[in-house]
């Protein structure tokens, strides 16, 4: 079983949707979770991280499920430029005590359409 | 500020070749990671660096595959013979380190080094 799975889409929405996107982990001693952004032939990069009480940054709603190993992200009112892939990703706190070692989901494309 | 450097951004070579992958992180972060990116697999971790001693090697896929940081501000990954199938997008990203045992904090990655080995 992966360590982080996702829907990998792709998902086609028009302007001004809303759409969700989820994902699951199997590390139950995890402790950070992020959300990252990849543009075409692009490096990923940081959207938002993610807190057990959830999180917003403007359009972009963050939420974690410890119980269930589940974490979502909302994006309201879609732009034209959220069209990418959406990577979820979990810290693997290993055999050793230092839990650096990020997990990346293989990612939900996403793409918004006028 | 000037975010994390991989050079080179493009490398094509022959198989049996040696390929050396640059990266310079971002000043003052403690770790360093090498990913390798293809469709099939998505974005693996190679080796992680925290304050250059290597911490975790046990993504490299063989002995073909070597890394180095020699000091804080420069790391190698090297390919040595090079095979069509090592053809993939490599990352280098750099982080703080974390406040607490057991978590991790954000990384941030270079524009990568697309690898071609024909």
């Known amino acids: 079983r992966k360590e982080v799975e996702q829907d990998p889409g792709p998902f086609n929405v028009p302007e001004g949707a809303t759409v969700a996107f989820n994902c699951t982990y199997s590390?139950?001693?995890?402790?950070?979770f992020f959300w990252y952004r990849q543009d075409c032939r692009k490096e990923p990069k940081l959207l938002m991280s993610?807190?057990?009480s959830g999180n917003e940054d403007g359009r972009f709603t963050a939420q974690l499920n410890r119980a269930s190993q589940y974490i979502s992200l909302l994006i309201r009112d879609s732009k034209l430029s959220d069209s990418a892939t959406y990577l979820c990703v979990v810290n693997s706190p290993p055999h050793s005590n230092s839990g650096y070692a990020l997990n990346f989901g293989k990612g939900t494309s996403l793409l918004v359409t006028p | 500020d000037a975010g994390v450097i991989q050079s080179p951004r493009h490398e094509v070579t022959e198989m049996g070749q040696e390929v050396t992958l640059r990266c310079k992180p971002i000043s003052g972060h403690d770790y360093l990671f090498w990913y390798r990116q293809t469709m099939m697999r998505g974005l693996e971790l190679l080796i992680y660096f925290n304050n250059n001693v290597p911490i975790d090697d046990s993504g490299m896929p063989e002995d073909r595959f070597s890394a180095k940081m020699p000091n804080a501000s420069f790391s190698t990954l090297k390919i040595q013979p090079s095979e069509p199938r090592d053809s993939a997008v490599y990352f280098c990203?750099?982080?703080?380190?974390?406040?607490?045992?057991?978590?991790?904090?954000?990384?941030?990655f270079g524009p990568g080094t697309r690898l071609t080995v024909t």
């Open positions: 990203a750099s982080s703080l380190a974390s406040r607490w045992t057991g978590s991790a904090r954000e990384q941030y």
């Open positions: 590390n139950s001693a995890s402790q950070s």
């Open positions: 993610v807190y057990s």
